[in-house]
């Protein structure tokens, strides 16, 4: 029987369209669906990988168990009870926070998981809870928290509208934008210039996206704060400072006598920008009809990450580009995550509240920085992780000192992963629950539709049943839950898999109600799931809107221009400035930056043959003079060490990076033994994390720094 299946991808943060061509239960065709209303056709070679996920002979299918013999199948039921009894009897012997959680990034792709996790996570009652979050966007969700009201309100760039776009630490061309989801970016940045607007990309490589930048200019890893205080210094010097009723007068008195210091002079001294450039930018935004500074992964992850959040987000305001058609905006998504009164209202955030044991750094949305997980394990004390649950991540690989992570992963008394693969990380596991793969569930996306470009929404229903018996993650987690309420209160567990009518498409259905564009809200629509499965290339529900000051969430109802307690990390900031200006030659004269690529995204990608194929991606960038002073040719195996380790990798002599940088890309090392994960053990390069160090933070939000880390690069003797 043949059928065409339309579903949204959920691999990256673009949500697009697909096209699926199935005959007998096998898929034929796969492409960008052209009547999808977001995407528009577009697709980047990994949304057809989703067929060689579905097909991965590596991928697991039923759970494991580790045992003296190695890996053993257990049943779904025998798995869950053992698991169920051992974490109920860590949490009584040792207390709550001995049992300690991760969460992956693909958690947030995928709303059985996230609906479920959360429960499962809030009665495991631990502080010792981590995720993704903290090596990536924690900086925007704390300042959104401090200075708007929610976490969640994340401005996002009007892309369709502005006619001016400053890029700092973004490369959209490989990520099809992320806080900004935006599938079909080459065309809309396109767009921006074909309509007489242009947008400027500041980074320290060359990316994609700066390739057909209007301008790109380079800027020193790590300095991009000081550019950013630059830019306001300007804005106050030469009175551009636009009027907004929202903002204290004496917020934006605070902001114009901290600026005063940092001068163009000193600052194009440390970002090696020039002070003319400087100016010229300033202007050029504020006297756009239109423009939005957008800083993402480069920039919050510096140790003043969130410093330059929260002054990106002051240029947008002081030029009068927040909350304004062609600015940064606020979306207004079917499922609303935001809005008081909102059946599916997420926290707003917190900050603070309390610290990690050993290093107290702080919490935030009841989180740890994940750079603090390795000494949590390790370190022994009332409150030690004697016990860890991940779940869709490998931070092995991906979060700061992976060594030293891994030494801790193999010191824990009990580890249980979900997951399908064995990688670097569930390798370490006593148990591995693998979920279905995507194309055997439904799919709402409940997070990437907060941080679109246009307010659209869609829902798919799985286009394969489950193969073998397996379990969603959400039944996981129900199962689980329960199973350990009823060893706490000692009841007999059952022999049979315990479920739920509550599914997750039901919860969403009555979100979709009641929501903004429900029956009450929204007579003209009257959003449900039907709606949408009546819909299948999505539902438009139009650009972005004003939403303030009714959906400003702050205390007063006022954009909290200068957080209170963002002064608290002032003195640090114009220490690090008087630093810079005193740079001595450094033991370690190289910063190092990562990199990512169209075809990657996720460790684990690294399993599909089709996105490995092309020259070896995994490589050092280095500027021609750089490679040329240490008499390094290309291709040839150079030492790169830092503060916490050393690895060698190929060299790849490329004038797209700045002179002093070099670059690695995120998501390799695949050459550790005991993983399952054939085709990513033939690409496995080296993994940037054996070089980025645990101690090197934003302070003041706990984010990992790991842009521009210190390294020294060697020739390898022969
Ligand atoms: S851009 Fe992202 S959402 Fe679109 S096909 Fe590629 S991975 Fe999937």
């Known amino acids: 029987?043949?059928?065409?299946?339309?579903?949204?991808?959920?691999?990256?943060?673009?949500?697009?369209?697909?096209q699926i061509e199935v005959k007998n239960e096998t898929i034929h065709g796969f492409k960008g669906d052209p009547l999808d209303l977001f995407s528009r056709g577009h697709i980047c070679p990994k949304g057809p990988e989703l067929k060689s996920l579905y097909e991965d002979p590596d991928r697991l299918k039923f759970p494991l168990k580790k045992t003296a013999n190695g890996w053993e199948k257990l049943s779904w039921v025998d798995a869950l009870s053992e698991i169920a009894e051992k974490l109920v009897n860590i949490q009584t012997k040792y207390g709550n926070d001995s049992v300690g959680i991760y969460n992956g990034n693909p958690t947030v792709h995928n709303y059985g998981s996230m609906l479920y996790g959360q429960r499962f996570v809030s009665r495991i009652k631990t502080k010792n809870n981590f995720s993704a979050t903290s090596v990536d966007q924690l900086p925007h969700q704390l300042l959104s928290y401090l200075m708007f009201g929610h976490q969640l309100l994340i401005p996002i760039p009007d892309i369709d509208r502005t006619q001016y776009f400053l890029i700092?630490?973004?490369?959209?061309?490989?990520?099809?934008?992320?806080?900004?989801s935006v599938p079909d970016v080459k065309k809309r940045l396109k767009a921006i210039q074909d309509r007489g607007g242009k947008y400027v990309v500041v980074d320290p490589r060359k990316t994609e996206t700066a390739e057909h930048a209007n301008e790109h200019i380079f800027i020193k890893p790590g300095t991009d704060v000081f550019f950013l205080l630059a830019i306001l210094h300007v804005l106050f010097s030469e009175k551009l400072i636009k009027d907004n009723p929202l903002i204290e007068e004496s917020?934006?008195?605070?902001?114009?006598?901290?600026?005063?210091?940092?001068?163009?002079?000193?600052?194009?001294?440390?970002?090696?920008?020039?002070?003319?450039t400087i100016h010229q930018i300033a202007l050029d935004f504020s006297k756009s009809s239109s423009a939005v500074c957008y800083g993402r992964v480069g920039v919050s992850t510096q140790e003043f990450g969130a410093l330059c959040q929260w002054l990106i987000n002051t240029i947008n305001i002081l030029t009068?580009?927040?909350?304004?058609?062609?600015?940064?905006?606020f979306t207004l998504p079917a499922v609303d995550l935001v809005g008081e009164g909102s059946v599916m209202r997420s926290s707003p955030g917190s900050f603070n509240t309390y610290q990690s044991r050993v290093r107290k750094l702080p919490e935030f949305n009841d989180e740890l920085p994940v750079s603090a997980l390795a000494e949590e394990i390790l370190t022994e004390g009332e409150g030690q992780i004697r016990a860890l649950v991940t779940s869709a991540g490998n931070p092995v690989l991906s979060t700061p000192n992976g060594s030293k992570?891994?030494?801790?992963?193999?010191?824990?008394?009990?580890?249980?992963?979900?997951?399908f693969y064995i990688n670097e990380t569930t390798k370490y596991a006593h148990y591995i629950l693998p979920p279905t793969s995507t194309l055997e569930h439904d799919h709402y996306d409940l997070i990437f539709n907060v941080f679109a470009v246009r307010n659209t929404t869609r829902y798919n229903q799985p286009l394969f049943s489950p193969v073998d018996g397996m379990l969603h993650d959400w039944e996981i987690f129900f199962d689980l839950t329960k199973r350990m309420e009823l060893v706490r209160s000692k009841k007999e567990m059952p022999k049979e898999l315990i479920k739920t009518k509550l599914t997750p498409a039901s919860i969403i259905d009555h979100a979709l109600k009641s929501g903004p564009y429900g029956t009450k809200q929204n007579p003209e629509i009257q959003m449900s799931l039907d709606l949408l499965k009546n819909s299948p290339h999505g539902f438009d529900l139009g650009p972005l809107k004003k939403s303030f000051p009714e959906r400003l969430y702050t205390e007063n109802k006022m954009i909290q221009l200068y957080p209170k307690l963002l002064e608290k990390d002032i003195p640090r900031l114009k220490s690090k400035f008087r630093e810079h200006l005193d740079a001595n030659q450094s033991l370690f004269p190289f910063l190092l930056i990562g990199r990512r690529h169209l075809r990657n995204n996720n460790s684990w990608m690294h399993n599909l043959p089709k996105l490995m194929t092309g020259k070896p991606r995994c490589t050092m960038m280095i500027h021609p003079e750089d490679a040329n002073n240490l008499g390094i040719q290309n291709d040839e195996e150079v030492l790169v060490t830092s503060k916490v380790g050393e690895l060698k990798i190929p060299v790849e002599i490329t004038e797209e990076l700045m002179k002093g940088v070099v670059s690695i890309p995120h998501g390799f090392g695949h050459n550790r033994s005991g993983t399952k994960q054939k085709v990513a053990s033939q690409f496995s390069g080296v993994s940037i994390n054996d070089l980025t160090d645990d101690q090197t933070l934003d302070e003041f939000s706990g984010n990992a720094a790991f842009s521009g880390i210190q390294v020294k690069i060697n020739k390898i003797k022969v």
């Open 251 to 276: 917020d934006i008195q605070s902001i114009q006598t901290l600026v005063k210091d940092f001068d163009l002079e000193k600052v194009s001294k440390i970002t090696g920008i020039s002070k003319e």
């Open 320 to 329: 009068g580009n927040l909350d304004k058609e062609g600015g940064a905006m």
């Open 405 to 419: 992570l891994e030494k801790a992963l193999s010191s824990l008394d009990l580890m249980i992963s979900f997951d």
């Open 1 to 18: 029987m043949e059928k065409t299946h339309y579903r949204s991808c959920n691999l990256c943060e673009a949500m697009c369209g697909l």
């Open 168 to 180: 700092l630490g973004g490369n959209p061309f490989a990520s099809n934008g992320s806080l900004m």
